[in-house]
């Protein structure tokens, strides 16, 4: 584990301080969590493997004109990153119901079954709260509570869209259906602009990703649902994206 001076620890990811006040190090760790942290496990090389792919999703998002926290992978682990105050929404797309959509609303009302393709990509907003479980919220709840100014908000949206449309593409092209996906935003110091840019990651831990042949699971549903094969689930998207995952050291620990 790195000796840099350690500032936040997240679920999947350990934030260190950067080189500058303006950077910061973004550590991948192994840790694997679902259900707000109730399911843990450790899954090695797992860190290693979101680290690889997200540096090459961010890259694609931001030659598409989207602005992102990333700047470059330092080594199997790390990331330097532009400092951020993170929003504290979870942002998710949906393109085909699944997971927590189909448990909350499949009934009488809405028969929506896992699979079903979604007229147009659904929206959603979730409270960045693990205390409260993440609760769903509304638009308004963004801006009545402060969270994103109405200007924001609507960037966080149009950047949304844009990633939708930047990331199915990616994924058809590599034979893969891009079911839903979690974005986290963050804000740029006032002195840079205060700007809102594209923050976390974008890895298969929050994507869901379909064979488009198969079906089969490549994402963390392998690990949520205890299908096993995950690393192997992993490695294949970075393999079809053309990434080098032969010099990874994936059956070493993170700490
Ligand atoms: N997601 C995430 N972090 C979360 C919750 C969801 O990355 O804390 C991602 C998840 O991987 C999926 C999408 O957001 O791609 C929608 O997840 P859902 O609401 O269905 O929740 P789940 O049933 O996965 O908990």
């Known amino acids: 584990m790195s000796t840099r001076q350690h500032l936040y620890d997240g679920k999947a990811k350990t934030i260190f301080a950067g080189p500058d006040a303006h950077h910061l190090i973004q550590y991948f760790k192994d840790d694997a969590t679902a259900y707000n942290a109730v399911k843990h496990?450790?899954?090695?090389?797992?860190?290693?493997?979101?680290?690889?792919?997200?540096?090459?999703?961010?890259?694609?998002?931001?030659k598409a004109g989207v602005d992102t926290h990333f700047v470059e992978r330092l080594n199997e682990r790390e990331q330097l990153i532009r400092k951020v105050e993170i929003v504290p929404v979870e942002v998710v797309v949906r393109n085909i119901a699944s997971g927590s959509l189909v448990k909350?609303?499949?009934?009488?009302?809405?028969?929506?079954?896992?699979g079903d393709t979604?007229?147009?990509?659904?929206?959603?907003?979730?409270?960045k709260e693990d205390a409260l479980n993440d609760p769903i919220i509304a638009a308004k709840h963004i801006t009545t509570f402060g969270?994103?100014?109405?200007?924001?908000?609507a960037r966080i949206n149009s950047m949304t869209a844009t990633v939708n449309t930047v990331l199915?593409?990616?994924?058809?092209?590599?034979?893969?259906?891009?079911?839903?996906?979690?974005?986290?935003?963050?804000?740029?110091?006032?002195?840079?602009?205060?700007?809102?840019i594209l923050a976390d990651e974008i890895s298969p831990d929050n994507c869901r990703l379909?064979?488009?042949?198969?079906?089969?699971?490549?994402?963390?549903?392998?690990?949520?649902?205890?299908?096993?094969?995950?690393?192997?689930?992993?490695?294949?998207?970075?393999?079809?994206?053309?990434?080098?995952?032969?010099a990874l050291s994936t059956t070493g620990a993170d700490q």
């Not at 860190?47 to 690889?52: A, T």
């Open 41 to 62: 496990d450790v899954i090695m090389g797992k860190g290693i493997l979101n680290n690889l792919i997200s540096e090459h999703i961010m890259g694609v998002v931001a």
């Open 104 to 114: 909350r609303l499949s009934g009488d009302c809405i028969p929506v079954k896992d």
């Open 118 to 127: 979604l007229p147009a990509p659904l929206l959603e907003y979730y409270l």
């Open 147 to 153: 969270l994103a100014s109405a200007d924001e908000l």
């Open 168 to 196: 199915t593409e990616m994924f058809m092209a590599i034979g893969i259906r891009l079911i839903d996906f979690k974005l986290e935003f963050g804000r740029l110091p006032p002195e840079l602009g205060g700007e809102i």
């Open 210 to 246: 379909w064979d488009v042949e198969t079906g089969e699971k490549k994402d963390k549903d392998r690990f949520r649902q205890d299908l096993g094969g995950l690393i192997e689930a992993y490695t294949d998207i970075a393999s079809r994206f053309g990434l080098n995952t032969a």
